[in-house]
């Protein structure tokens, strides 16, 4: 019977990852362990972090991006720029209160996600490549702070 339960789980897994997800939730909380699919639910748990950092990552390099083009055009400043800046600001700390441990990798995150930001940034503005500093010029604390702009 239990074989059979955990067999009818795993084809669920690979049909309907929605039904699955239900399923299961419901077999933890009925304490049916006999009826969880242990081997996707030990992946769907990694891969569940791997997400958050993953989101985090891609909103810090959008952040940064907008930050740098906010300080070196500033002609241009729009708007659209500004909330795109709020939103990805508000979209992280939400991120980051649910999953506080992702703080500690902030700063190498910023790092990483600025020669990315650099790039696009002169893509988007049809400013020169060196225009943008090789090193990020704001820290993470100037990054995540809800209303600071560069001047």
Not at 34 to 49: F, N
Not at 133 to 149: I, K, N, S
Request: glycine share 4%; charged share 35%.
């Amino acid at each position: 019977m239990a074989t059979e339960l955990k067999t009818r789980a795993g084809e669920l897994y690979e049909q309907d990852f929605v039904r699955w997800t239900e399923d299961q939730a419901a077999a933890l909380r009925a304490g049916r362990l006999d009826a969880l699919d242990l081997e996707h639910l030990a992946e769907e748990t990694d891969s569940s972090g791997g997400r958050d950092r993953r989101e985090l990552d891609s909103r810090l390099e959008v952040l940064v991006m907008h930050l740098l083009k906010w300080r070196y055009q500033p002609r241009k400043r729009t708007g659209s720029w500004e909330s795109t800046i709020r939103t990805q600001r508000r979209e992280i700390a939400k991120l980051l209160g649910q999953s506080p441990s992702l703080r500690r990798e902030v700063d190498a995150m910023i790092a990483d996600a600025h020669a990315t930001a650099r790039r696009n940034a002169a893509a988007e503005t049809a400013l020169p490549l060196d225009t943008f500093p090789e090193a990020c010029p704001f820290t993470a604390e100037r990054v995540l702070e809800d209303e600071w702009l560069p001047g």
